[in-house]
Antibody, heavy 120, light 107 residues
Framework: EVQLVESGGSLVQPGGSLRLSCAASGLIFSNHWMNWVRQAPGKGLEWVANIKQDEGERYYVDSVKGRFTISRDNARNSVYLQMNSLRVEDTAVYYC?????????????WGRGTMVTVSS | DIQMTQSPSSVSASVGDRVTITCRASQDISSWLAWYQQKPGKAPKVLIYAASSLQSGVPSRFSGSGSGTDFTLTISSLQPEDFATYYCQQADSFPFTFGPGTKVDIK
């Protein structure tokens, strides 16, 4: 079964750090760009970051540049999101997604998400 | 950055109705557009890619059209399982951006 499973979400104080992980199974992980997408409570979807197969390219939404770092370990079929200097507005469900190489870059596989709450 | 807008923000419809959702990009994105469906508490699911291609397993009552800056998602005959929120997303250039969503609920 093809799946992505996120972990690492929790309650953290403003200014704190957190590292999210996403483990892939049932797919050739190293063949694909991977994304993080987030959704604040009651709000819409926001693309956060993505990373190329060989880590040679990484892109971020402006609001997280300099604070978040996306990385991957193809040997472990995993992608990570290191989040530093967290703000209240980073509170969201964070989804790991695959960028399809055949569906015109659509996000064809999603994890169930992990909740990050930034609050004092 | 490319801005995506959607209209309407919400629509009330009945089973069997035809529903059309519009998405507009702030600049030409060719056909680099996908549509997603999200139900409460669940991850989104891709319905349409390349503006008009139906993802495998998605019912044929869903269709997409458009190119450039203007796109539509049509549900030809709304079914009970289609009540959800729908998002468009451009994949032309980084940062990939989503529209604000359209909630389809029961009339």
């Amino acid at each position: 079964e093809v799946q992505l499973v996120e972990s690492g979400g929790s309650l953290v104080q403003p200014g704190g750090s957190l590292r999210l992980s996403c483990a892939a199974s049932g797919l050739i992980f190293s063949n694909h760009w991977m994304n993080w997408v987030r959704q604040a409570p009651g709000k819409g979807l926001e693309w956060v970051a993505n990373i190329k197969q060989d880590e040679g390219e990484r892109y971020y939404v402006d609001s997280v540049k300099g604070r978040f770092t996306i990385s991957r370990d193809n040997a472990r079929n995993s992608v990570y999101l290191q989040m530093n200097s967290l703000r209240v507005e980073d509170t969201a469900v964070y989804y790991c997604t695959r960028v399809s190489s055949t569906l015109w870059r659509a996000f064809d596989i999603w994890g169930r998400g992990t909740m990050v709450t930034v609050s004092s | 950055d490319i801005q995506m807008t959607q209209s309407p923000s919400s629509v009330s419809a009945s089973v069997g109705d035809r529903v059309t959702i519009t998405c507009r990009a702030s600049q030409d994105i060719s056909s680099w557009l996908a549509w997603y469906q999200q139900k409460p508490g669940k991850a989104p699911k891709v319905l349409i890619y390349a503006a008009s291609s139906l993802q495998s397993g998605v019912p044929s009552r869903f269709s997409g059209s458009g190119s450039g800056t203007d796109f539509t998602l049509t549900i030809s005959s709304l079914q009970p399982e289609d009540f959800a929120t729908y998002y468009c997303q451009q994949a032309d250039s980084f940062p990939f951006t989503f529209g604000p969503g359209t909630k389809v609920d029961i009339k």
